[in-house]
């Protein structure tokens, strides 16, 4: 069977008012989401690493919990099972920046925990030495080294939830491929919309990788 296969790029160009307000509402809800997710796997890592064992015991629960689950389950679940049991509703993009926030909290525990325990325990120990509190000594001596070295993964988790926005299309968000989907039902220009959403992805992603990557070297983190 013969298929004319012809290209309409004006319909892309027509789009793309909408295609970049979805790109806007997908870098917000990465950048917010990734920004409380930082704050619980921040509180979560150092769980982990507080010896304690309660503390550490629910950190593992939730690290393990969230990552053995897909990121579709848990936004699906925040947006429609969660307003059931606290009995009220959840706006769209609030149940997106917490399913983000959430998802990437477990993961950004592990870079935490990581990167601390990295940290050689001499440099702890020369803290101690010279008269420094195990507060002290923690915030002063080994934060500062832990959290260099958490730049790199960070900027990998930042360009990981921003792809994995388009998985929220399934709760209605308008991000970029729900903008995408809207289009091609009116239009049916699947190849070239679906195309230049691609395209926006792919230059979102690489810019965040090139700050990321100055940053790197200006930090000179290694």
């Not at 050689?120 to 080994?142: C, D, I, M, N, Y």
Request: aromatic content about 8%; proline content about 3%; glycine content about 8%.
């Amino acid at each position: 069977m013969n298929r004319n296969f012809d290209l309409d790029w004006s319909a892309a160009v027509d789009a793309m008012p909408l295609l970049l307000e979805g790109a806007r509402l997908t870098l917000v809800i990465s950048v917010v989401g990734l920004f409380f997710g930082f704050l619980i796997g921040l509180a979560a890592g150092l769980a982990r690493t507080s010896g304690n064992r309660i503390l550490s015991g629910i950190s593992a629960v939730y690290v393990e919990l969230i990552r053995g689950t897909p990121i579709l389950v848990q936004a699906i679940w925040i947006y429609f099972a969660l307003p059931i049991a606290l009995g009220m509703e959840i706006e769209r993009l609030t149940a997106a920046i917490a399913a983000i926030a959430v998802n990437s909290g477990a993961y950004i525990a592990e870079i935490v925990r990581g990167s601390i325990q990295s940290v050689p325990k001499g440099q702890v120990e020369a803290g101690r030495s010279l008269g420094l509190t195990q507060a002290q000594t923690f915030w002063h001596v080994v934060w500062p080294q832990a959290f260099r070295r958490m730049i790199p993964p960070l900027g990998n988790q930042l360009i990981i939830s921003l792809k994995d926005t388009s998985i929220l299309t399934i709760i209605g968000v308008a991000e970029i491929v729900r903008q995408a989907q809207q289009v091609v039902a009116s239009n049916f220009r699947a190849f070239e919309v679906y195309t230049t959403a691609a395209l926006l992805y792919f230059v979102m992603t690489l810019t965040i990788s090139l700050i990321l990557r100055g940053m790197e070297r200006r930090l000179n983190v290694g």
